[in-house]
């Protein structure tokens, strides 16, 4: 399985609620290294200040370890509910690598305000490829929970652009071949799916990788991959706010 090496640190305001991509993690060869982007600047107007354990704002900081803030955001191997866990993501109980698990649960703790995502990896065919749980369902009303439950494996997803949302005018909503809404794409996508959809017809192509069953939280309900042609020329998250700030 080929997954993404890298992953970036997103911040919560917790009044306004807006997100503000903060940071980068990426591993090469074991080993880890972590820097501050741009965001992280923009979110200073909205309260965020350094993290403990990276307290420059202008330094790249490297490891042969997780680094500790992201180690204490896996689930123990030791749990009983770790083989659980693991199906949710849909990953083997024996996969190793912690970016990649990190970069499907999300890393969210109720201690902090962050939240961890992947960045799309390029795949032997030169396809842009990524998986993602569905955002927002608790917004939506009962059905669409329900119609969540029904959907089957591979079955494809929808896309469509929720230019009146209030919120975020860049949202695009998931929706079942029969109009039903299932919930959003994540918002760190939004910009690039955009622009993937912009340069080709009848593209991205997602579709349901797995449905966890209550009480599995809504957050973990809907696991989707994401299929498309990776442009020429294109770079993900190549947005102002994705610039390292590292000397």
């Known amino acids: 399985m080929i ?3 890298t992953l970036y640190v997103a911040w919560q305001n917790p009044d306004s609620r807006r997100w503000f991509p903060i940071a980068r993690l990426h591993k090469e060869t074991g080993h880890y290294s972590f820097c501050y982007l741009r965001g992280a600047e923009q979110a200073g107007g909205s309260g965020f200040s350094a993290l403990i354990p990276f307290p420059d704002l202008h330094k790249t900081y490297e490891s042969n370890e997780l680094f500790p803030l992201f180690q204490n955001r896996l689930l123990p191997r030791s749990r009983p509910d770790y083989e659980q866990h693991m199906s949710r993501l849909d990953l083997s109980p024996e996969q ?10 999300g890393g969210r703790r109720v201690t902090d305000s962050l939240e961890v995502f992947p960045a799309p990896f390029r795949s032997p065919e ?11 369902l608790r917004h939506l009303p009962p059905e669409s929970t329900t119609t969540v439950s029904t959907l089957q494996r591979m079955e494809r997803l929808l ?7 209030p919120t975020d005018s860049n949202a695009i909503l998931l929706r079942t071949q029969a109009g039903q809404l299932v ?3 994540p ?10 959809c912009d340069r080709y017809d009848h593209e991205p192509i997602v579709s349901v990788v797995r449905v966890n069953p209550h009480p599995a939280p809504l957050g973990q ?16 998250f190549s947005t102002p706010e994705y610039e390292s700030l590292a000397r």
Request: net charge neutral; charged share 25%; hydrophobic share 35%.
């Open 3 to 5: 997954e993404s090496h």
């Open 96 to 105: 190793n690598d912690p970016l990649v698990i990190l970069g499907r649960n």
């Open 126 to 136: 030169g396809r842009y490829r990524v998986h993602f749980f569905a955002h927002g």
């Open 159 to 165: 896309l469509c652009y929720d230019v009146q949302n």
């Open 183 to 185: 919930g959003w794409t």
């Open 187 to 196: 918002r760190y996508l939004c910009h690039d799916l955009k622009e993937v």
């Open 221 to 236: 309900r809907l696991l989707c991959k994401l299929d498309a042609n990776w442009p020429d020329g294109f770079m993900p």
